[in-house]
């Protein structure tokens, strides 16, 4: 069983910066991707950041250049640098893995969600 375990949120003034965490735990063989995701208030789930382990990695256009996913293989831990922040990025962030166990089954799975607050 794997889990995930985020951390990072906060208040933080418009233009400032804010790096979330998504540490997974459990019977992981490998990751092969992991997303960002984000849901403000009254809207939609909308992915904010896709990457794969091969290092690909695509953005939304709202993001670009201001948002920056990466990983820590020895750690299973997925980050996202958050610059230059707005509050319309005023949201429920959520990260999403997918891969394999040690048991060479395919898991999928969310974390519990942060939220980032842009405001002054």
């Known amino acids: 069983q794997v889990q995930l375990v985020e951390s990072g949120g906060g208040l933080v003034q418009p233009g400032g910066s804010l790096r979330l965490s998504c540490a997974a735990s459990?019977?992981?063989?490998?990751?092969?991707?992991m997303d960002w995701y984000r849901q403000a208030p009254g809207k939609q789930r909308e992915l904010v950041a896709a990457g794969t382990s091969g290092g690909t990695t695509n953005y939304v256009d709202s993001v670009k250049g201001r948002f920056t996913l990466s990983e820590d293989n020895a750690k299973n831990t997925v980050y996202l640098q958050m610059n230059s922040l707005k509050p319309e990025d005023t949201a429920v962030y959520y990260c999403?893995?997918?891969?394999?166990?040690?048991?060479?089954?395919?898991?999928?799975?969310w974390g519990q969600g942060t939220l980032v607050t842009v405001s002054s």
């Open positions: 999403s893995l997918k891969g394999l166990s040690t048991t060479l089954r395919y898991f999928e799975v």
């Open positions: 459990g019977s992981i063989f490998r990751i092969n991707a």
